[in-house]
């Protein structure tokens, strides 16, 4: 049975002194905590604030959460899956950024394109950056993750493209891309311009647009910002912006070896 999992933000365990020691909590971190119902004996796994993983006994829950640590485990590197995905009205951010974290992917951007039906001013944006980050910390608590995905703020494609000039391999989704352009060439394809890569070095960025989809010029512009970029084709069927994104990074992290 997989461990019940809490990120802790400002706490380091290999600092802590006491074989008994309190988990400095956040509130909502201490309501989710109430929720589970944990019982003394029972283990939990913590990621600190360095990002290390400990397996934990709970001692004791009446007043917040106090532990004993069992053991230190080391995490495995793994390749990085960034998802530059084009803003989307409503609620299909949320969507993506919570099945995205499920699936393992590292990071997520924000992407204002030409064709972006929503708009956000800076009050918008502020408030969406929060509300995506705490889906993250959710989702990579459910899903058992080793860490929270970073969210970046809302980018132009003239900043992504500043994002993606150092990546592995830039895989672009693109309706109008040749049906053969798959996932798994456009990764060789970079790993192979990187020269002999060991898989958990692979950095790889999957480009996905709006509702309206990229227009060419920006396809040009992500096709020149690194040499390794590829179109890609997710078949024949025109996939709405939010399944996409999370289709596009499950073909990524399958090729990859996570799934």
């Known amino acids: 049975m997989s461990l019940h999992q809490l990120f802790l933000e400002d706490q380091i365990l290999a600092h802590q002194t006491d074989a008994v020691f309190p988990l400095r909590l956040t509130p909502e971190d201490a309501k989710h905590v ?10 939990i796994a913590v990621i600190d604030a360095s990002g290390d993983y400990f397996e934990c006994q709970v001692e004791a829950v009446s007043d917040g959460l106090t532990v004993r640590i069992c053991r230190r485990a ?11 995905q084009g803003l989307a009205k409503g609620d299909k951010m949320d969507t993506v950024i919570r099945q995205g974290t499920e699936l393992g992917v590292a990071a997520f951007v924000p992407l204002a394109c030409e064709r972006s039906v ?3 001013d800076s009050a918008k944006e502020a408030k969406r950056a929060r509300r995506w980050q705490a889906i993250a910390k959710s989702a990579a608590m459910q899903s058992g993750q080793p860490s929270i995905p970073e969210i970046s703020p809302l980018r132009t494609v003239e900043e ?16 109008e891309a040749p049906l053969e352009g798959r996932m798994g060439y456009a990764i060789q394809k970079g ?24 227009a060419a010029s920006e396809v040009d512009q992500l096709l020149a910002c690194n040499p390794r970029a590829s179109l ?3 078949g024949s069927s025109i996939l709405r912006t939010e399944t996409a994104g999370v289709v596009a990074c ?10």
């Open 74 to 84: 080391e995490v495995p590197e793994r390749p990085q899956v960034m998802l530059v």
């Open 160 to 175: 992504v493209c500043s994002l993606l000039a150092q990546a592995t391999a830039v895989a672009i989704c693109w309706e």
């Open 250 to 259: 499950a073909l990524a992290l399958y090729e990859l070896g996570c799934l």
């Open 118 to 120: 929503v708009k956000l």
């Open 34 to 43: 109430r929720v589970l119902r944990l019982i003394p004996g029972e283990h």
């Open 232 to 234: 890609v084709s997710l």
């Open 191 to 214: 790993r192979a311009a990187c020269g002999a890569v060991h898989p958990s070095d692979v950095r790889l960025a999957v480009v996905v647009g709006p509702e309206g989809g990229l």
